[in-house]
């Protein structure tokens, strides 16, 4: 009757009210979480896919709540990019992945690093001169950082973020387009952008064992990227069917469970030690 009708809406109601109330709760607690050290970095190397060399690692931050518990970058990350919080944060990032790679060639080792930006902080108009001041300030080179973007409405011809990606091109700081493939993908301004590596999204990958149609997808995406001459890499590689795929395609770089987790600095040291050796 009218009682059953009305109690799928009460309970949808209440899911979102539950959902708005931990996005503020996380938005409200990040500060004191970064000046607590809650927040830390893991790092998912990345290989060439002929001769499985370790070339780079990928930041990708983690969360460890006090009360809460460990917290997906999949849901705070979204819930940070809503305010300036965002801007906090990636800043927090760089600094933490650049004292990481100073680090690591301390001990030997020279890892480039990939970073997630979120495109309001690319917009910022201090954005270039920032990250330039971050390597320098540290006496990085500027071949030690990529910075992964995702495309969109904010990449269009002339906007301020266009004006940073060429500068830091310029520069030598290489930039990726991450997760494409993924909802709506533009190949028009793909070719105009001072790119130089394009990510095929997760997605896109899952299938191309399996389907022929999901290979196709691949397989034309791969090409049209290394013809506009942007590298190509596959992320969330899981199974070995996947890799003789990619292989058989040309593809340049994998980045997957398969080959890797991310993981503690320590462990990625490691990771890059034995492929020394061997
Ligand atoms: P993303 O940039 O697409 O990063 C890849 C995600 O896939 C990561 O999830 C990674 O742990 C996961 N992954 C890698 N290989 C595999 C695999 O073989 N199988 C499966 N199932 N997953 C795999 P994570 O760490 O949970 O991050 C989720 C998203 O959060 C990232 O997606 C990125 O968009 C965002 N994110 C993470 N760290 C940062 C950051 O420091 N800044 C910003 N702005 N966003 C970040
Ligand atoms: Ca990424
Ligand atoms: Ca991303
Ligand atoms: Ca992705």
Redesign the pocket.
Known sequence: GAFDARQPFCWYSAQRDEKMHRAYRLASDAERGLQNGDFH?DY?PRFTLDGRRPVSA????RWNHPTLGPI???EF?PVFERTAL?DE??NW?LDTALDQVRAWRAQGQDIPVS????SSYLSNASAWHDIRSKLEHRALPFSMIEL?ITEGEWLRPGSAAIGHIAAMAQAGITVAI??FGSGYSNFSYLSDLPIHTVKL??SLIDGIASSSRARAKVSAIHHLAHELGYLTVA????HQAQVDVLAAMGIDEV????LA??MAPAAVMQVFEQAAIT
């Not at 990928?58 to 931050?61: G, R, T, V």
């Not at 970073?115 to 979120?118: A, G, K, M, P, Y």
């Open positions: 970095l998912q990928e930041a990708l931050i997906s970058p999949g990350i965002i944060v990636t990032v970073i997630n930006l979120s992964e991450d997760d999204d997760k992320e969330g590689v899981e980045q997957g469970y398969l987790r991310p």
